[in-house]
Nanobody
Framework: QVQLVESGGGLVQAGGSLRLSCAAS????????MGWFRQAPGKEREFVAA????????YYADSVKGRFTISRDNAKNTVYLQMNSLKPEDTAVYYC????????????????WGQGTQVTVSS
């Protein structure tokens, strides 16, 4: 069992930056691939970024590529999402998720989810 708690969301102006954190419980965090997803009002949840268990490979949605960076610190049981050059269309609730299988961009392959943190980007 893995429990995930996101933090770091908030209100920021367009062009600004935020860093989201996702703290995981459990001794097996380092064996999980981790992902970030987001859900904007009235829209379906969508993939943002993912990282392999050892941080060796990362994946991004085209909409955030070059602006967002996913990273992890297995010693701290934490995964991060550094978000730069934020745009109003990045406004959403951001969720982190853990996958016991391979790293994936597919929501249904993730086993555990956090409760989300709100990110609001004003124009």
């Amino acid at each position: 069992q893995v429990q995930l708690v996101e933090s770091g969301g908030g209100l920021v102006q367009a062009g600004g930056s935020l860093r989201l954190s996702c703290a995981a419980s459990g001794r097996t965090f380092s064996s999980y691939a981790m992902g970030w997803f987001r859900q904007a009002p009235g829209k379906e949840r969508e993939f943002v970024a993912a990282i392999r268990w050892n941080g060796g490979s990362t994946y991004y949605a085209d909409s955030v590529k070059g602006r967002f960076t996913i990273s992890r610190d297995n010693a701290k049981n934490t995964v991060y999402l550094q978000m730069n050059s934020l745009k109003p269309e990045d406004t959403a609730v951001y969720y982190c998720a853990a996958s016991g299988g391979v790293v994936s961009t597919t929501e249904r392959l993730y086993d555990y989810w956090g409760q989300g943190t709100q990110v609001t980007v004003s124009s």
